[in-house]
Antibody, heavy 116, light 112 residues
Framework: QVQLQESGPGLVKPSGTLSLTCAVS?????????WSWVRRPPGKGLEWIGE???????NYNPSLKTRVTISVDKSKNQFSLNLSSVTAADTAVYYC?????????WGQGTLVTVSS | DIVMAQSPDTLAVSLGERATIYCKSS???????????LAWYQQKPGQPPKLLIY???TRESGVPDRFSGSGSGTDFTLTISSLQAEDVAVYYC?????????FGQGTNLEIK
């Protein structure tokens, strides 16, 4: 059974960079799946951020594309999210997930607050 | 981007009764392989979303059979045939026809 676990700072200063890592267990990140990041701001709905394939190929949400970088580390079976120039609007619970037919496995999520 | 619109925003249903949630996409999510690239999720407070339905009508393993999905093209429905107390949650539809993948705004399902 695949498991995903997000990790990273829970507090980031405005204009800084949000950095999160998703550790994958029970499945190889080099499988045929893509791997996604999704967020849910407080009181709002779900927003897909982007995805990565083990080759390093990425797809990003155009609304965030200029600020987002998703990378993969096959040796550690994990992938990462960097979001630059953050503001309070980037405060959210961030989830990593496996992209299959839909997003079929999710991490528990981690709350990242942008505040000075 | 494909815009996903759900209705209603909030739904109150009595225990044991049927609950129906609608989802409409701004363009067809039916691909040439005759599959609808449409998923449904359930999210309870403090938990991640849980995949219920994919390909518009295929139940994920372990999902109770009171949950069913239907529809094609741009119009889709999630039905809970007999509402249980544990079904109280927010429900989302999502298209994975193309990127950026997009979600509906969510439907808050309550007990009447």
């Amino acid at each position: 059974q695949v498991q995903l676990q997000e990790s990273g700072p829970g507090l980031v200063k405005p204009s800084g960079t949000l950095s999160l890592t998703c550790a994958v267990s029970g499945a190889s990140i080099s499988s045929t799946n893509w791997w996604s990041w999704v967020r849910r701001p407080p009181g709002k709905g779900l927003e897909w951020i982007g995805e990565i394939f083990h080759s390093g190929r990425t797809n990003y949400n155009p609304s965030l594309k200029t600020r987002v970088t998703i990378s993969v580390d096959k040796s550690k079976n994990q992938f990462s999210l960097n979001l630059s120039s953050v503001t309070a609007a980037d405060t959210a619970v961030y989830y990593c997930a496996r992209s299959a037919a839909g997003l079929d496995s999710w991490g528990q999520g981690t709350l990242v607050t942008v505040s000075s | 981007d494909i815009v996903m619109a759900q209705s209603p925003d909030t739904l109150a249903v009595s225990l044991g009764e049927r609950a129906t949630i609608y989802c409409k996409s701004s363009q067809s999510v039916l691909y040439s392989n005759n599959k609808n690239y449409l998923a449904w999720y359930q999210q309870k407070p403090g938990q991640p979303p849980k995949l219920l339905i994919y390909w518009a009508s295929t139940r994920e393993s372990g999902v109770p059979d009171r949950f069913s999905g239907s529809g094609s093209g741009t119009d889709f429905t999630l039905t809970i045939s007999s509402l249980q107390a544990e079904d109280v949650a927010v429900y989302y539809c999502q298209q994975y026809y193309n990127t950026p993948y997009t979600f509906g705004q969510g439907t808050n399902l309550e007990i009447k």
